[in-house]
C-alpha cells in the first residue's frame, strides 16, 4: 500500500511538473470563465512560480482575487504587474476598480487617470468609470463632465445617461436630469425611482 501511494505521489509530482507556464494560464482563463476564482488564483500563483516576471499573470490574479472580494489582495497584484509592465493600462484600469470598491476614489481617479494616459482606446469605459468615483466624491460636476465624454465616445451608454441624470439632479439642474432619465429609459434603463419621482 505505502508503495502504490509512493508510486502515485510520484505521478502526480511528475504531471505538475510537465505543466508549463502556458498550460496553468490557459487553465486559469478557463477557470475564471467558469467563475471558479479560487482555482483561477491557484492556477495563475502557479504561472507566477514558473514565471515571476509575467505581469499578466499577477493581473488576472488580481482581477480574480477582486471577484471574490478580496480588494487590497487584488491591488496588490496589479501594483506587481505595474511593477513588470509600467504601461499595464489595464492594471491600472482594474486597480482603480478595486479602490473605488475600498472608497478610495482618490486614488481610483489616479488610476484611471494613468490608465487613460496609456490606453486612450479605451477612454469611454474609463471615463465612465471615473465619473462614478467623482460622483461619490460628490464632485457632481466633475462627474457629469467625466459621463458626458463617456456618452460623447459611446453614445447607447444607458447607464452613463443614468449616472449623468443623477448628478444632475445633485446640481439642481432638474431639467437636464429628465432629459437624461429620458434617454436612459429609451436605451432600455430605467432611471432611479427619486429622478423618476421629480420628473412626473
Not at 482563463?29 to 499578466?56: F, R
Not at 492594471?91 to 490608465?115: E, H, M, P, R, V
Not at 443614468?162 to 432629459?179: I, M
Request: with cysteine; charged share 25%.
Amino acid at each position: 500500500m505505502k508503495k502504490i501511494l509512493f508510486t502515485l505521489a510520484l505521478l502526480i509530482s511528475f504531471s505538475s511538473f510537465g505543466q508549463t507556464a502556458k498550460d496553468y494560464f490557459d487553465s486559469a482563463l478557463d477557470k475564471d470563465e467558469a467563475n471558479d476564482y479560487y482555482g483561477a488564483i491557484a492556477d495563475y500563483s502557479k504561472v507566477i512560480e514558473l514565471n515571476p516576471n509575467y505581469s499578466d499573470a499577477y493581473k488576472n490574479r488580481g482581477n480574480s482575487k477582486d471577484n471574490l472580494k478580496d480588494y487590497y489582495g487584488a491591488i496588490a497584484d496589479y501594483t506587481k504587474a505595474i511593477e513588470l509592465d509600467p504601461n499595464n493600462s489595464a492594471a491600472y484600469f482594474l486597480k482603480g476598480y478595486s479602490k473605488n470598491s475600498l472608497k478610495d476614489y482618490y486614488g481610483a481617479i489616479a488610476d484611471y487617470t494613468k490608465s487613460m494616459e496609456l490606453d486612450p482606446n479605451n477612454s469611454d469605459i474609463i471615463y465612465f468609470y471615473r465619473g462614478v468615483s467623482k460622483n461619490s466624491l460628490k464632485d457632481y460636476s466633475g462627474a457629469i463632465s467625466d459621463y458626458t465624454k463617456a456618452i460623447e465616445l459611446y453614445p447607447n451608454n444607458a447607464t452613463a445617461y443614468n449616472n449623468r441624470a443623477a448628478s444632475k439632479y445633485f446640481t439642481n439642474d432638474l431639467k437636464g436630469a429628465c432629459e437624461d432619465a429620458k434617454k436612459s429609459a429609451s436605451l432600455g434603463y430605467d432611471a432611479s425611482k427619486l429622478i423618476q419621482d421629480a420628473c412626473n
